[in-house]
């Protein structure tokens, strides 16, 4: 395998404050070496046709290094004849990742640089055999160049430079004019001035396609770097060998056999990226052809297309015909939207209408209204013909949704009666309320019956339920029931609260929008505690704010002084509260129920509205009650704290009993204080409230006889007249 001839070193040099010479210095390979140092590239990147000499700055001084033969014979007019005896030195590798040397610089080191910087020997990579072979071609285009004969082009106006650096009229060679020839000495400046713009246009040509020749080469070494994309982890991971071998390899250029080692592993790694540019171009030539195939795809589209541009020329030309279509339809919804409006109107009408009727009906149902309801026989409390029979409950009997009846046996055995098997004597009790509620009737049931009265509290009217029977006959299961867990359970509060939020959320579509606020307290041995609040140990006292109303009727609003009030707006707000209050009230186990309320529980919302269409305003409150339950204390076996408990209760309740009492008699006066329940339910009961009571009646025969008190009192609640709520509008 032949040599390859040593690659040329084109520098850049200069004197010290001179611009850049640019000399290229070829360095011939002796034949004595025999073989090349670097392997040649398969693809030689184009190098400028032709590099002129570069003659230095007139007055200065050449060094020896810098000049080639061919370059001293061009600068001084003579040929001088090379030393080509002399061992030629190892070809330049490329200077990949080390700073150029400085102008006016030689490239090569001394020997003692060359020992100490000595790199380790190892193997070079991809990228430094690339960009040698690169080198390595465009040294000999350079050598080519040179070997032709080709000499620099004479210099303008006959002028020529000699070794020394000065400039001689070409024809007279060392002939100096006298110094009073001023005109010539002139001449033969502006000859010279000529001259070196002259040289000076042809370095900066020659530096112009140097730097063009530089960037070529750069752009094809990104060339390669792309095309072996698939090899740059493997090029990453050697860079930092390849650096020190290439520090190495341009210190220790004089040690051959080092060189020659590192020829072989090029020469391998040249093998390799042959293989990887083949197979590159094989992927070239498969992008290729989907590349034509893609250029098949977009001449379809552009059918595609023509086609919708027709097909849109088609469609403008239809859209014009339903423009005149459309502005007739929208003379028609204008007409229509204007027909929308007045039914608005007349909706906003009906629903004013709808309110006074409901009041009315309300009315005519009468304002106290009493609900019975019977709960189911628990399974410890004695068994049924049919443990699936819910309503065959011993000793109760319904024939309608109305009447209530009783057979209580006169003798026999309790259990065997209860159980249906025996019974002697008996006597009936008959009652009649506005709704009677079998076992079996679930809360959703329940709840229906009441919801007008809710709705009446949207209407801006005070509505009052409570709750009353005697002990473990079902209130709070009424009232409150079961929040969590089981749905169908929940008690009137929660439903009411429900009901309360989804109606307003409806009416805001016809301009309402609802303010409320919530509380909840009880009566606790007949002294007021807020649930709501975190100091339970306030003082509370009830306040009566004696107004007047529509019509100049007397309203007496009662409140209760240092009562927390929660703004809420939706039903999940309220849901923390009604278990907060349920945490703090007082319960216990007695002899009659496992939990038993020990107070009276009042749940209040307050309610505002206002509609911004009819600027019509209302105020009304609806109170959930769930009173205690009456209890006999010998039965109960209350003692200590519990009697004094079931000692309030029992006088609260017949408080109560009083004010229907006075009510029904029509008494000049009426005993509210009497009681902190009944002062509280004032309102309720006084006549400025829509007002609706459960009477529990428990199923239990030991219980008849407080059955039976229970039913009677809600009979007179019933036939009692409390006169007409006033709706409270602004």
């Known amino acids: 395998m032949s040599e390859a001839p040593r690659s040329p070193l084109i520098t850049l040099n200069g004197g010290d404050g001179q611009p850049p010479k640019a000399v ?26 032709t590099l002129l000499p570069v003659p230095a700055r007139y007055g200065a001084t050449k060094r ?3 000049f080639t033969p061919e370059v001293s014979q061009a600068v001084g007019g003579k040929k001088r004849k090379a030393d080509t005896a002399r061992a030629a030195p190892p070809p330049k590798m490329p200077n990949i990742g080390r700073r150029t040397a400085t102008a006016g610089t030689a490239t090569r080191p001394g020997p003692r640089a060359t020992a100490a910087a000595k790199p380790p020997v190892g193997r070079p990579t991809a990228a430094s055999r690339a960009v040698a072979s690169r080198g390595t071609a465009a040294a000999k285009t350079c050598v080519t160049a040179r070997s032709t004969g080709a000499k620099p082009a004479p210099k303008a106006g006959g002028m020529t430079r000699s070794n020394s650096g000065s400039t001689i009229p070409k024809g007279a060679p060392g002939k100096k004019r006298p110094a009073w020839d001023l005109k010539g000495r002139i001449e033969d400046m502006e000859k010279t001035m000529r001259s070196m713009k002259s040289e000076k246009e042809a370095i900066t040509q020659q530096k112009e396609e140097i730097t063009q020749h530089s960037e070529h080469i750069q752009q094809g070494l990104q060339t390669l770097q792309q095309e072996n994309a698939s090899l740059k982890q493997r090029v990453q991971d050697r860079e930092a060998e390849v650096r020190d071998l290439q520090s190495r390899i341009r210190n220790l250029e004089d040690d051959v056999e080092r060189v020659s080692r590192q020829k072989k592993t090029l020469e391998r790694e040249r093998d390799e990226l042959e293989s990887d540019l083949q197979t590159s171009r094989q992927t070239c030539q498969g992008l290729k ?6 250029a098949a795809a977009q001449e379809g589209i552009k059918a595609e297309l023509q086609l919708s541009k027709s097909q849109l020329e088609t469609t403008n030309v239809a859209l014009q015909g339903e423009s005149k279509r459309a502005d007739g339809l929208q003379e028609e919804l204008a007409r229509a939207v204007k027909k929308v409006e007045e039914q608005h109107v007349q909706l906003q009408q009906a629903e004013t209408d709808r309110r006074v009727l409901h009041n009315t009906i309300q009315e005519l149902k009468g304002n106290i209204r009493v609900f019975a309801r019977l709960r189911p026989l628990l399974s410890a409390e004695g068994t049924v013909a049919d443990n699936n029979a819910v309503d065959d409950v011993p000793h109760f009997d ?19 009666t209860m159980s249906g098997l025996r019974r002697t004597e008996s006597q009936k009790a008959e009652f009649n309320f506005d709704r009677v509620f079998a076992p079996s009737s679930s809360q959703a049931e329940v709840f229906e019956e009441i919801s007008q009265l809710v709705q009446s509290a949207l209407d801006g009217y005070n509505v ?19 929040v969590e867990g089981n749905p169908e359970q929940r008690g009137m509060i929660p439903r009411a609260v429900e009901q309360v939020f989804h109606t307003a959320e409806q009416l805001k579509t016809k301009g309402w929008e609802y303010k409320i606020t919530a509380s909840f307290l009880e009566i606790y041995n007949e002294s007021l505690r807020d649930l709501l609040d975190s100091k339970p140990d306030k003082k509370m006292d009830i306040k009566i704010n004696e107004g007047r109303g529509r ?3 007397k309203t007496n609003d009662v409140h209760v002084t240092n009562q927390v009030f929660v703004d809420v707006t939706s039903e999940a707000e309220v849901h923390p509260l009604l278990k907060k209050a349920n945490k703090h ?20 919302l307050r309610i505002k509205g206002e509609n911004r269409l009819t600027s019509e305003s209302c105020s009304g409150m609806l109170n959930l009650i769930d009173l205690a339950g009456s209890e006999p204390i010998k039965k109960s076996g209350s003692q200590g704290k519990q009697l004094q408990e079931a000692q309030s209760i029992n006088k609260s309740l017949s408080a109560l009993s009083l004010v229907i009492t006075a009510l029904s008699n029509k008494d000049p006066h009426i005993p509210y204080r009497n009681s902190k329940l009944t002062h509280l339910l004032q309102n309720s009961l006084g006549g400025n409230s829509k007002t609706l009571m459960f009477v529990n009646v428990s199923p239990q025969e030991e219980h008849l006889g407080e059955s039976i008190n229970s039913l009677r009192f809600a009979t007179a609640v019933n036939q009692c007249n409390i006169g ?7």
């Not at 052809?289 to 893609?294: K, M, V």
């Not at 319904?398 to 065997?416: Q, V, Y």
């Not at 107070?599 to 209040?604: A, L, P, W």
Request: charged share 25%; net charge positive.
């Open 24 to 49: 290229a210095a070829v360095k011939s390979q002796t034949p004595a070496e025999g073989k090349s140092r670097l392997p040649q590239p398969q693809t030689r990147l184009p190098m400028p046709s």
């Open 64 to 66: 020896k290094q810098d």
């Open 289 to 294: 052809g989907t590349i034509a195939q893609q």
């Open 398 to 416: 319904w024939h309608d949704g109305n009447t209530l009846e009783l057979d209580k046996a006169m003798d026999g055995d309790p259990n065997e």
């Open 464 to 482: 009052c339920i409570f709750a009353y029977g005697q002990t473990g006959s079902g209130k709070t299961h009424t009232m409150e029931g079961i």
């Open 551 to 553: 019509k100049d009727n």
């Open 585 to 604: 009230r007082a319960v216990a186990a007695t002899k009659c129920n496992d939990r038993s309320s020990r107070s009276h529980s009042v749940f209040q």
């Open 724 to 730: 007409t709520a006033q709706k409270k509008v602004k």
